[in-house]
C-alpha cells in the first residue's frame, strides 16, 4: 500500500511509474463560476510537451494512497480520505489506460473496493455483472466477452427489438454530460426519458419546472440547450469516437453506461471522456 501525506508525495509517484504514468501534484484550484464550491480533491488528466499524465490537485489535510496497482494492465485503485466533521469521507477511483488514452473513473461508495479487478466489476451495470456469471473470469474484462461490447464508458448488449425506419436517427451523439467528447452512432433508437436543461455555466441538470423558474436574464445566457435524460437507448452500425477504436455493431444493441455517475466520488474528477 502506497500512502501519502504531507512528506511523501514523490512516494506516491512510485505506483503510477509502475503503470507507465506520470503524475503531478497541486494545490485545489479556485472555482471559475461563483455557484460553484472548491474541490477538497480534484482529479484530472493533462497533456504537456511529453504527452499524457495525472494531476492530483488537493488540499493539505486530504491524504491519499493506492491501495494496488497493476503494472501489466496499466491501472491502479486510488483512496482519498476527506475529512467531515468527525469521520473522513473515503472516495475510490480507478485510473488506467484504455486503448489510446489514460483516464480517471470514480467508483460508487457502495462498492468499498480495494482491487483492480473489484474496481473494473464495480463500474459495470448491474445487468452486465448477472449476465458475466455465465463466462470465465479471465474473460469478464475483455472489450467483446460474449455478453456484451465495451467503449469507453458505454456498454453495448444484443437487443431483439424491431424499430420503425422513421424513429430512427442517423450519425447521433451518444454523450454522457455536459463537455465530455460524444461518441458518434450510425443509427441510434431513443424511448422514454424526460427532457432536461443543459448549460456549461451551470453545474447541475435542469428539469423543465426548474428552467422555467430561472430569470429571464438566466434563461437568455447563452448555451443553453435540451437533452433527453435516462431513456433507453439502442445502436447499430458502427460506433466511433476520437479516443477508442471504431465498433461494429450487428443488429440493435441496448446502450448502457457504467456506475461512476451513482458515485458522490465523480464531483472530485475533472476528467471527461
Known amino acids: 500500500m502506497y500512502v501519502i501525506s504531507k512528506t511523501t508525495e514523490n512516494l506516491l509517484a512510485r505506483p503510477f511509474l509502475k503503470m507507465g504514468a506520470r503524475v503531478r501534484f497541486g494545490e485545489p484550484e479556485l472555482p471559475r463560476w461563483p455557484a460553484r464550491e472548491m474541490r477538497p480533491i480534484a482529479l484530472d488528466v493533462r497533456n504537456d510537451r511529453e504527452g499524457e499524465y495525472f494531476l492530483i490537485r488537493k488540499r493539505a ?32 477511483f480507478l485510473l488506467g489506460h484504455d486503448e489510446r488514452h489514460w483516464f480517471v473513473a470514480a467508483i460508487p461508495e457502495k462498492n468499498p473496493v480495494s482491487t483492480v479487478m473489484a474496481a473494473k466489476q464495480a463500474l459495470k451495470p448491474l445487468t452486465i455483472r448477472w449476465r458475466e456469471h455465465r463466462i470465465r473470469n479471465k474473460n469478464r474484462n475483455d472489450r467483446d466477452n460474449g455478453v456484451s461490447i465495451r467503449q469507453g464508458e458505454w456498454f453495448f448488449v444484443p437487443a431483439f427489438i424491431k424499430v420503425d425506419g422513421w424513429l430512427v436517427r442517423k450519425h447521433e451523439p451518444l454523450v454522457r454530460g455536459v463537455g ?38 438566466a434563461r437568455a445566457l447563452p448555451g443553453w440547450r435540451t437533452m433527453v435524460r435516462d431513456p433507453r437507448v439502442y445502436v447499430r452500425g458502427t460506433v466511433r469516437h476520437s479516443d477508442h477504436k471504431t465498433i461494429f455493431l450487428e443488429g440493435w444493441h441496448e446502450v448502457l453506461m457504467n456506475t461512476e455517475t451513482a458515485a458522490a466520488a465523480m464531483r472530485h474528477v475533472v476528467f471527461l471522456d
Do not use: F, M, W
Open 61 to 92: 489535510d486530504v491524504s491519499v494512497e493506492v491501495l494496488e496497482v497493476q503494472p501489466h494492465d496499466r491501472h491502479l485503485v486510488l483512496l482519498a480520505r476527506v475529512p467531515d466533521g468527525v469521520k473522513d469521507v473515503k472516495s475510490r
Open 180 to 217: 465530455s467528447k460524444p461518441h458518434i452512432c450510425q443509427e441510434l433508437y431513443r424511448t422514454g426519458g424526460e427532457t432536461v436543461y443543459v448549460n456549461p455555466g451551470y453545474n447541475r441538470v435542469l428539469t423543465v419546472a426548474q428552467y422555467a423558474r430561472l430569470s429571464d436574464s
